[in-house]
């Protein structure tokens, strides 16, 4: 009669290694980094209403104690439409959202000369984003 055994091995068991001297080890694989994104405040405007205003102070109040006359600097990031008037239409809106963050930086104490305002295009499909840095 024969006898066959088999042992299965499952594919997360440790099995062990075997060192040799000298080897220098093999490099091992690392994904991408995430962008950096050491904003203040990300505002994703990608619903009707977008409440941002509690944040914005709170974050305006924490940077005051410890760095008081900081500058902010207000990134608008502005997505393509489909056509020029969806493209017009984006726009105007995003101005909108722009201003009112404007605003209401100002309300928390912010003086205008400590805003400085950026825009770029976005992704096509993504929403507008404003990002708060402080400087």
Same mark, same amino acid.
């Given at each position: 009669?024969?006898?066959?055994?088999?042992?299965? +091995?499952?594919?997360?068991?440790?099995? /062990?290694?075997?060192?040799?001297?000298n080897?220098?080890?093999?490099?091992?694989?690392?994904?991408?980094?995430?962008?950096k994104?050491d904003?203040?405040?990300?505002?994703?405007?990608n619903? @009707?209403?977008?409440?941002?205003?509690?944040?914005?102070k709170?974050?305006?109040?924490?940077?005051?104690?410890?760095?008081?006359?900081?500058?902010?600097?207000?990134?608008?990031?502005?997505?393509?439409?489909?056509?020029?008037?969806?493209?017009?239409? @984006? /726009?105007?809106?995003?101005?909108?959202?722009?201003?009112?963050?404007?605003?209401?930086?100002?309300?928390?104490?912010?003086?205008?000369?400590?805003?400085?305002?950026?825009?770029s295009? /976005?992704?096509?499909?993504?929403?507008? +984003?404003?990002?708060?840095?402080?400087?």
């Amino acid at each position: 009669a024969l006898f066959v055994s088999c042992v299965a +091995v499952p594919a997360f068991a440790d099995i /062990g290694h075997v060192d040799v001297i000298n080897r220098q080890p093999e490099p091992q694989y690392q994904p991408p980094a995430a962008p950096k994104d050491d904003a203040l405040l990300t505002i994703r405007f990608n619903r @009707n209403f977008v409440y941002f205003q509690q944040a914005l102070k709170e974050g305006v109040a924490s940077t005051q104690k410890i760095k008081p006359g900081a500058e902010y600097r207000v990134v608008s990031t502005i997505p393509p439409g489909d056509s020029a008037s969806q493209t017009q239409r @984006n /726009g105007q809106k995003a101005q909108a959202n722009l201003q009112s963050v404007l605003q209401e930086l100002q309300a928390d104490g912010v003086s205008q000369s400590q805003i400085h305002i950026e825009t770029s295009t /976005g992704q096509h499909g993504d929403p507008q +984003v404003i990002q708060i840095f402080v400087k």
